[in-house]
C-alpha cells in the first residue's frame, strides 16, 4: 500500500482524492492490511478514472530531442534560439498542450467524421519485446479501453521498421481518445508516448529556408531557358524551374471507418479551412499566433521563428489586406482566385494557376507590396501545416512553360494560335499538399512504424 501511495504521488497521473489521502493516514495497524489492500485497488481505480489535462497529456508526449531522432523536421527551427534548454522544453510542452486542446474543439458541424480526427506519433518502449508484441500491445490497449474502438486509429499487419529499444507507429484520434487511454490503463504511462502531429513536425527541415531563398531570388528556382520546340513566329516557349512543395493526405483521411469521403468533398474542407472564416480556422489553430498575439497581454516566452509566423498570420486576419467590400486581398484575390487544389489518389495538391511574374503584377494590381505577397504564401503554408487532414509538407521543384513573353496561359502565346507545346503543362509558384511528419517513408495508407 505504501508502495502505491509513493508510485501515485510521484506519477503523472492526478493524485488521489482528499477522501482516499484520510482513509490512508487512518490504515496504520497490520490488523487491516487486508482492508488497505482494498482501498489501494480502489485508489488505483479512482486515479485512473480522473480525467487528464492537456498539460498531464503532455508529460505521456515526446520531447524536441526526441522527435528529432524520429523525425526530420522544422520543428528545431522553430523552436531554437531561446537562452535555456529549459525554456526550449516549456515552450516545446505548452505547443503540445495547444495542439491536445484542439482535437476536443467541438465539431458537431463537420460532416465527416474522419475530419474530426488528429494525427499523433505513438511510441511504445516496452522493455524486452519484439516489434510484433510491442504492436499489438499498442493495439490491444487502445481497443480495450472503454470508449475507444478500432476506428481511433490504423492498425498495420506490415510495420515499415523498428529497432531493439522503441516500435512507433502513427494514428488519427478523436479528441479525449489518448485521456481514455491513459486513464484506463494505469500501467501504459510506463511504456506508451503519444505525441499530438505540431505543424513544425509536418514540414521537412530546411523548408523554410529553401522558399524563403527563393523568394528573396538567392537560388536558382526562377532560372529560364529556351525549349527546343519554337512558337510559329520563331520565338521558344520559356520552361522554368519553380520551387515547390509536395505532400501526402494523413492515413484514413480518404477511407474513414470503410466510408469513402469524396474528393470533392476533401478539397472542399482543406480550402475552406485556409481561406474560410476570414483565416479565423488557421488563427485558431495556430499556437504560434496565440502564443505572439493571444493570453492577456503579457509578452509569452517564443522564438524568432514563432514571430514570423504569427505576423503571416496576423497580417492576414488583421485587416491588411482588407477589401471596403469586406472581401480580404489575400484569402479572396490571391490563395482563393488563383490557387488551384487538386487530389491525385492521396497527393492533394496546390498550385498557383498563373507565373511568379503574373503574380508580383496581380499584387500590384490588388495593392499588395512583394513583402505582403510573401506574408500571403506563408499564411497559406502554415493553413495546410495546421490541418489535421494533411501530415507533411515538402519543397520539390516543378518544370513550368510559358508563353515567350512570360504568361501562362499557353493558348492565348502571341502568333502560337493556341498551339500548346508537348510536355508539362503550365504550373505555378508552389505545389502544396502532405506527407506524413516530414518523413518520406511515411507513404502507406494505414499505420506507419518508424525506427
Known amino acids: 500500500l505504501t508502495t502505491t501511495i509513493a508510485q501515485a504521488k510521484n506519477s503523472k497521473t492526478p ?14 495497524t497490520k490488523s487491516i492490511i487486508y482492508a488497505s489492500a482494498i482501498i489501494s485497488a480502489t485508489l488505483t481505480t479512482t486515479i485512473a478514472q480522473d480525467p487528464l489535462t492537456n498539460e498531464q497529456l503532455t508529460g505521456y508526449g515526446l520531447t524536441l530531442a526526441e522527435v528529432d531522432i524520429f523525425v526530420s523536421s522544422e520543428s528545431s527551427n522553430d523552436f531554437a534560439g531561446l537562452p535555456s534548454s529549459g525554456e526550449t522544453d516549456q515552450l516545446w510542452s505548452d505547443a503540445t498542450a495547444f495542439e491536445h486542446g484542439l482535437s476536443n474543439r467541438d465539431t458537431t ?37 472503454p470508449g475507444v474502438n478500432a476506428s481511433h486509429f490504423y492498425p498495420s499487419d506490415s510495420p515499415y521498421a523498428n529497432n531493439d529499444n522503441v516500435t512507433c507507429g502513427i494514428m488519427r484520434a478523436r479528441g479525449g481518445t489518448m485521456d481514455k487511454v491513459y486513464a484506463s490503463n494505469p500501467n501504459a504511462t510506463d511504456w506508451l508516448q503519444v505525441q499530438p502531429g505540431l505543424p513544425s513536425m509536418k514540414m521537412v527541415e530546411g523548408m523554410v529556408d529553401a522558399i524563403q531563398r527563393a523568394m528573396d531570388g538567392e537560388i536558382t528556382v526562377g532560372v529560364v531557358s529556351i525549349s527546343e520546340e519554337e512558337s510559329p513566329n520563331g520565338n521558344g516557349y520559356i520552361t522554368r524551374n ?31 479551412f485556409v481561406i474560410g472564416n476570414e483565416g479565423n480556422y488557421v488563427k485558431d489553430s495556430s499556437f504560434y499566433h496565440y502564443r505572439v498575439y493571444g493570453g492577456d497581454g503579457e509578452v509569452e516566452v517564443h522564438t524568432t521563428r514563432m514571430s514570423f509566423w504569427a505576423d503571416s498570420i496576423q497580417a492576414v486576419v488583421g485587416g491588411d ?13 490571391i490563395i482563393g482566385d488563383k490557387f488551384e487544389f487538386d487530389l491525385e489518389g492521396d497527393n492533394l495538391n496546390v498550385f498557383s494557376k498563373i507565373s511568379y511574374e503574373e503574380m508580383e503584377t496581380l499584387g500590384g494590381e490588388l495593392g499588395v507590396m512583394d ?11 502554415m493553413g495546410l501545416a495546421t490541418n489535421p487532414l494533411i501530415c507533411s509538407l515538402e519543397q520539390q521543384h516543378r518544370v513550368q ?51
Open 15 to 28: 493524485p488521489p482524492s482528499s477522501r482516499h489521502a484520510i482513509i490512508m493516514r487512518l490504515l496504520s
Open 371 to 381: 513583402a505582403e505577397l510573401e506574408q500571403c504564401l506563408w499564411f497559406m503554408v
Open 109 to 145: 458541424d463537420v460532416p465527416y467524421k474522419s475530419f474530426t480526427y488528429y494525427p499523433y506519433l505513438v511510441c511504445n518502449s516496452s522493455p524486452g519485446k519484439s516489434r510484433n508484441e510491442r504492436r499489438d500491445e499498442i493495439e490491444a490497449t487502445f481497443r480495450n479501453t
Open 321 to 333: 489586406f482588407g477589401n471596403e467590400d469586406g472581401s480580404n486581398k489575400c484569402l479572396d484575390g
Open 401 to 451: 512553360t510559358l508563353c515567350p513573353d512570360g504568361s501562362s496561359d499557353l493558348s492565348t502565346c502571341e502568333g502560337a494560335a493556341g498551339a500548346t507545346p508537348e510536355g508539362p503543362e503550365s504550373s505555378g509558384i508552389l505545389l502544396l499538399s502532405s506527407r506524413f511528419f516530414s518523413l518520406t517513408r511515411f507513404i502507406f495508407p494505414a499505420l506507419y512504424w518508424i525506427i
Open 242 to 272: 519553380i520551387l515547390g512543395v509536395q505532400n501526402i493526405l494523413c492515413p484514413g483521411v480518404q477511407d474513414f471507418e470503410v466510408e469513402d469521403v469524396p474528393d470533392e468533398d476533401i478539397l472542399n474542407a482543406v480550402k475552406t
